[in-house]
């Protein structure tokens, strides 16, 4: 069982920065693809971005694309999304996900962290 830890949640203003982390337990990280996803009150969780085992493919939600960055490092198990230009609608409660079977997209999370929740006030 894969355990997932995100961090680096909190309250910024409009336009500001944020960097999300997400620590995996399993030496089987490096196998993993990674998402981020994300749940706004009242609304379902929409999918944010994602990066293949390796980090050789990313892919991001239109509404976030060219303002997050996803990342990772397998060394280190961990997995990150840089948020820059944060507006008010980007504000959630962030989860990363991982498939353990390594998939692209389409993907299969079948492992989920707690959340980590993100407030951008205008």
């Known amino acids: 069982q894969e355990r997932l830890v995100e961090s680096g949640g909190g309250s910024v203003q409009a336009g500001d920065s944020l960097r999300l982390a997400c620590a995996a337990s399993?030496?089987?990280?490096?196998?993993?693809?990674m998402g981020w996803f994300r749940q706004a009150p009242g609304k379902e969780r929409e999918f944010v971005a994602a990066?293949?085992?390796?980090?050789?493919?990313?892919d991001y939600a239109g509404s976030v694309k060219g303002r997050f960055v996803v990342s990772r490092d397998n060394i280190k198990n961990w997995v990150a999304l840089q948020m820059n230009s944060l507006k008010p609608e980007d504000t959630a409660v962030y989860y990363c996900?991982?498939?353990?079977?390594?998939?692209?997209?389409?993907?299969?999370?079948?492992?989920w962290g707690q959340g980590t929740q993100v407030t951008v006030s205008s």
């Open positions: 996900a991982a498939d353990p079977g390594g998939r692209i997209w389409p993907s299969n999370y079948e492992y």
């Open positions: 399993s030496r089987a990280f490096g196998s993993y693809t």
């Open positions: 990066i293949s085992w390796n980090g050789g493919l990313e």
